[in-house]
């Protein structure tokens, strides 16, 4: 594994970065759970999940999901931030030169005020797509 950057992986190093970010994100849930006093199984109850669920989630060995993560949040009466506060080391993502047109494309087709100026540049795109394939 590359180095760590505040006990996070460093850019590059794919799946172990997420397993870390993940791991990161249950400590800080486990952390406000014992603030606030709750066991494991009051977690689990008060979320939905068994205590063994709740358990992998605070190890990190198993992913929250954004919705949970939402429900966690609230349940332990914190923003959706709180479980990624000090946590440093994640490296700007900047889009791709084809993801940046991809997005002016999308933008200035949304802007476009005329439905029949939109089906015509579909008309297009798809007729050059189908044009390339030949």
Known sequence: MKGK???LSAPGSGRARAQDIDRFVG???????????LTQQQM????GVTY???HKYEKGVNRIAAGRLFQI????GVDVGFFFEGMS????VSPS????????????FIA??????????CTLARALAENDDN
């Open 5 to 7: 950057v505040n006990g």
């Open 27 to 37: 400590n800080r849930m486990r952390a406000r759970r014992t603030m606030l006093g």
């Open 44 to 47: 689990a109850d008060i979320i």
């Open 52 to 54: 063994q669920q709740a």
């Open 73 to 76: 949040a609230q349940a332990l």
């Open 89 to 92: 080391g994640i490296a700007e």
């Open 97 to 108: 030169p084809q993801q940046r047109m991809l997005l002016e494309l999308a933008r200035n």
């Open 112 to 121: 476009m005020p005329n439905r029949r100026h939109q089906e015509a540049l």
